[in-house]
């Protein structure tokens, strides 16, 4: 099957930021275009704003005149509902009110022919319960576009209970043809992205919540070491502390307030004050003229040890081995024992598995990065108990390295470790459930939240067995749940690597990520 015809026009319902930039994209697509609001006169001005976007295009050498005069000519605004009538789709972009979107969509089926695809852009409402309104919920679908819509590649196409698979299939590849990236996904909570981006926020919250690091430091160290382009403080700040808040607990209420999807006391405090990030100039960090930027936590210059023993095979560190080397810094191995990094004395830098320093005799942990060549901050932590010695030696490796180096409290897991390893196991487990793809969960979270990895590639690149241990670990310290393994984890730390992708099939700007409802 293929998309939607350009001859057919494309009806949008709602005329707010997210309206206007749905329209822009199907009225470039070359489809005509119908704008409904509402409010009497908004469609009109909403078609002019739309008008104004297209010849700033041209203004930016990014279109034609020629083109940009057509696409204008194509653009309408209906006064009636009823003027909706000749739409091959319609997409609703109106209230996050599933009451007041089913009164919408059964008053659009007594008006569309019956060939016309009805959509919604619903970002955590159940395509399912709005559809239930419907005598055809066959030709319902959800179509969840990302802030801003003509610049973010990615759409969720969301099949509810009742969907027709050749309506999804019509939808995904009038998105493709939209020049966007489309993604399939069945009716569950927060579909993929506002699922699986979870963690993300939480695991930094939480990390403050237990007195780790500050925020600035936990942003900086997810940044500059986990190859994330913004840190969840700085981009909850971006979003809307309410707004984010609000999807999180949406997500943890429908999936009956699991562990897993736990909300942040200290960002609920944050909102019960006001301080809602850039829109009220203050959030995590201020906004005021004058207000100083954040600054992470960085240790004083150490010395490096001049030489080291490497005790087994560092896994996802072994790049470290020869980055010592090119150092300058002597470097022996032992095969047998480990894994970590033997420093003088008898202290040991180990990669972050879940368990804490003060367990053990005099041990420092590094947290888990990207690319640790690429890296330009590494975290430690260390309890009260390591010795003085020992964390001044593991912070002058990484100096010696050509890292700056952020001391942490003796958390679990650390900070990107934690965090990757609780994105793999929620991507896993919506994987299991047939909540979407591999393949599409990983396209999802790259093209819609800018991750550097997909959860599962980043699977496959640490080891199978890597996010299973860690968050078994994890949450022998930290029990109730939230931390326990998936049985979707536990199963994938057992299959077979090459079969990783058996059942996959076929499903951008450089942002931030900061999607409006993350």
Same mark, same amino acid.
């Given at each position: 099957?293929?998309?939607?015809?350009?001859?057919?026009?494309?009806? =949008?319902?709602?005329?707010?930021?997210?309206?206007?930039?749905?329209?822009?994209?199907?009225?470039?697509?070359?489809?005509?275009?119908?704008?409904?609001?509402?409010?009497?006169?908004?469609?009109?001005?909403?078609?002019?704003?739309?008008?104004?976007?297209?010849?700033?295009? =041209?203004?930016?050498?990014?279109?034609?005149?020629?083109?940009?005069?057509?696409?204008?000519?194509?653009?309408?605004?209906?006064?009636?509902?009823?003027?909706?009538?000749?739409?091959?789709?319609?997409? /609703?972009?109106?209230?996050?009110?599933?009451?007041?979107?089913?009164?919408?969509?059964?008053?659009?089926?007594?008006?569309?022919?019956?060939?016309?695809?009805?959509?919604?852009?619903? &970002? &955590?409402?159940?395509?399912?319960?709005?559809?239930?309104?419907?005598?055809?919920?066959?030709?319902?679908?959800?179509?969840? #576009?990302?802030?801003?819509?003509?610049?973010?590649?990615?759409?969720?196409?969301?099949?509810? #209970?009742?969907?027709?698979?050749?309506?999804?299939?019509?939808?995904?590849?009038?998105?493709?043809?939209?020049?966007?990236?489309?993604?399939?996904?069945?009716?569950?909570?927060?579909?993929?992205?506002?699922?699986?981006?979870?963690?993300?926020?939480?695991?930094?919250?939480?990390?403050? $919540?237990?007195?780790?690091?500050?925020?600035?430091?936990?942003?900086?160290?997810?940044?500059?070491?986990?190859?994330?382009?913004?840190?969840? #403080?700085?981009?909850?700040?971006?979003?809307?502390?309410?707004?984010?808040?609000? =999807?999180?607990?949406?997500?943890?209420?429908?999936?009956?307030?699991?562990?897993?999807?736990?909300?942040?006391?200290?960002?609920?405090?944050?909102?019960?004050?006001?301080?809602?990030?850039?829109?009220?100039?203050?959030?995590?960090? &201020?906004?005021?003229?004058?207000?100083?930027?954040?600054?992470?936590?960085?240790?004083?210059?150490?010395?490096?040890?001049?030489?080291?023993?490497?005790?087994?095979?560092?896994?996802?560190?072994?790049?470290?081995?020869?980055?010592?080397? $090119?150092?300058?810094?002597?470097?022996?191995?032992?095969?047998?024992?480990?894994?970590?990094?033997?420093?003088?004395?008898?202290?040991?830098?180990?990669?972050?598995?879940?368990?804490?320093?003060? /367990?053990?005799?005099?041990?420092?942990?590094?947290?888990?990065?990207?690319?640790?060549?690429?890296?330009?901050?590494?975290?430690?932590?260390?309890?009260?108990?390591?010795?003085?010695?020992?964390?001044?030696?593991?912070?002058?490796?990484?100096?010696?390295?050509?890292?700056?180096?952020?001391?942490?409290?003796?958390?679990?897991?650390?900070?990107?470790?934690?965090?990757?390893?609780?994105?793999?196991?929620?991507?896993?487990?919506?994987? $299991?459930?047939?909540?979407?793809?591999? $393949?599409?969960?990983?396209?999802?979270?790259?093209?819609?939240?800018?991750?550097?990895?997909?959860?599962?590639?980043?699977?496959?690149?640490?080891?199978?067995?890597?996010?299973?241990?860690?968050?078994?670990?994890?949450?022998?310290?930290?029990?109730?749940?939230?931390?326990?393994?998936?049985?979707?984890?536990?199963?994938?730390?057992?299959?077979?690597?090459?079969?990783?992708?058996?059942?996959?099939?076929?499903?951008?700007?450089?942002?931030?990520?900061?999607?409006?409802?993350?």
């Amino acid at each position: 099957m293929t998309g939607i015809e350009r001859s057919r026009a494309v009806a =949008v319902v709602g005329t707010g930021t997210m309206g206007q930039g749905i329209a822009q994209v199907a009225l470039l697509a070359g489809h005509p275009v119908l704008l409904y609001d509402a409010l009497p006169g908004r469609a009109g001005e909403a078609a002019a704003a739309v008008a104004d976007r297209v010849e700033r295009l =041209v203004a930016k050498g990014r279109l034609d005149r020629a083109d940009a005069d057509a696409a204008i000519g194509r653009i309408g605004a209906a006064a009636e509902l009823a003027e909706l009538a000749g739409a091959g789709l319609v997409i /609703e972009a109106i209230l996050e009110d599933t009451a007041v979107k089913r009164e919408l969509f059964a008053a659009l089926e007594g008006v569309v022919a019956p060939d016309c695809v009805l959509a919604t852009n619903t &970002s &955590s409402l159940s395509v399912t319960e709005i559809a239930a309104v419907l005598k055809q919920p066959g030709r319902f679908v959800g179509l969840h #576009f990302f802030n801003p819509a003509p610049l973010l590649p990615l759409v969720e196409v969301v099949s509810g #209970f009742a969907t027709d698979p050749a309506v999804a299939q019509r939808v995904h590849d009038t998105a493709l043809a939209w020049g966007k990236t489309p993604v399939r996904c069945a009716d569950t909570p927060g579909f993929i992205v506002n699922r699986l981006a979870r963690p993300f926020y939480a695991e930094a919250f939480a990390v403050y $919540e237990e007195r780790g690091a500050d925020p600035a430091t936990i942003d900086a160290v997810l940044r500059e070491s986990g190859g994330f382009k913004m840190g969840p #403080f700085e981009l909850t700040d971006l979003i809307g502390q309410d707004v984010n808040e609000a =999807v999180t607990r949406s997500v943890w209420e429908s999936f009956f307030r699991s562990p897993k999807f736990l909300p942040s006391l200290a960002q609920r405090r944050l909102v019960q004050s006001g301080r809602l990030g850039r829109k009220s100039g203050q959030g995590w960090f &201020s906004y005021e003229d004058g207000a100083a930027a954040p600054r992470p936590h960085t240790a004083d210059p150490e010395e490096a040890p001049a030489a080291v023993t490497v005790v087994g095979d560092l896994g996802p560190a072994a790049d470290l081995v020869d980055l010592m080397a $090119e150092a300058g810094i002597e470097v022996a191995t032992a095969e047998t024992g480990g894994p970590y990094i033997q420093l003088p004395g008898e202290g040991q830098l180990v990669l972050a598995d879940g368990k804490t320093s003060v /367990e053990f005799a005099d041990v420092v942990y590094f947290d888990l990065a990207l690319d640790y060549a690429a890296a330009t901050r590494i975290a430690l932590s260390a309890s009260p108990d390591t010795s003085p010695e020992t964390l001044a030696a593991a912070v002058g490796l990484f100096q010696k390295l050509g890292k700056q180096v952020s001391v942490i409290g003796d958390v679990p897991g650390m900070i990107v470790a934690r965090t990757v390893a609780m994105l793999i196991d929620l991507a896993a487990d919506a994987v $299991e459930r047939g909540a979407a793809t591999a $393949e599409d969960v990983d396209t999802a979270m790259r093209k819609g939240v800018n991750y550097p990895m997909g959860p599962w590639q980043w699977h496959e690149t640490l080891g199978q067995d890597w996010a299973y241990e860690l968050l078994h670990n994890l949450d022998e310290r930290c029990p109730g749940g939230r931390y326990a393994p998936s049985l979707a984890l536990f199963k994938a730390s057992y299959a077979d690597p090459g079969a990783a992708h058996a059942e996959d099939v076929d499903g951008a700007a450089d942002g931030s990520g900061a999607e409006a409802d993350a």
